[in-house]
């Protein structure tokens, strides 16, 4: 298993938008992944598990995956969320 963490920091957080590329992004890989927030934690995989979680800017959140590609599962969704998800429009 492979645990890390990162704090959200783009303007929405993980709704909408951002939490269905980071699960379109979980769901490219075999390994079970999930993250967590404070106490609660979630199948990453899951649109309606993330946005549960009502992630916002400044949020810390732990990304863990256990399986063949966690290593790469896990720098990947951490890069995704350091890279606020590619939006160009937010500071």
Do not use: C, W
């Amino acid at each position: 298993m492979i645990v890390d963490k990162v704090i959200v920091n783009n303007k929405a957080g993980l709704h909408a938008k951002p939490a269905s590329l980071f699960v379109q992004r979980a769901n490219d890989f075999k390994s079970e992944i999930y993250i967590k927030k404070e106490a609660t934690r979630v199948n990453a995989k899951s649109i309606m598990g993330v946005m549960i979680l009502a992630v916002q800017k400044g949020d810390e959140i732990q990304i863990e995956a256990t399986g063949d590609d966690e290593k790469r599962a896990v720098e990947q969704l951490k890069l995704l969320i350091e890279n606020r998800f590619d939006f160009v429009d937010e500071v």
